[in-house]
């Protein structure tokens, strides 16, 4: 007997198994509208590193670079307000 006892799943284990497959049909994700979440500095870095390298090796850019006839237009993606994130450093302003 007590080998059987020990076989059986524990009661919470199977009840959490049965409220996830309920909870799988009966739900959809749903755009609720949260704010934009700019992403971490590092991927912005290698975002920007990965473009200068690409502007490296068109020689158009690069010749235009070399003149200083090469005009960039400020592109603002981070119109909106950043979302409070754990790994985000505050800065006062």
């Known amino acids: 007997m007590p080998n059987e006892d020990n076989r059986k799943d524990v009661w919470w284990k199977t009840y959490r198994e049965y409220r996830e497959e309920k909870n799988k049909e009966a739900t959809e994700p749903v755009n609720i509208g949260l704010p934009y979440q700019r992403p971490f500095r590092k991927t912005e870095v290698k975002e920007r590193k990965k473009v200068m ?3 490296t090796n068109n020689p158009e850019m690069e010749r235009d670079n ?4 090469y005009k960039t ?10 979302v409070n994130h754990p790994q985000q450093k505050k800065y006062p302003h």
């Open 53 to 55: 390298l690409e502007n």
């Open 73 to 82: 237009e400020p592109v603002f993606e981070y119109n909106r307000a950043p």
């Open 66 to 69: 070399r003149l200083r006839t």
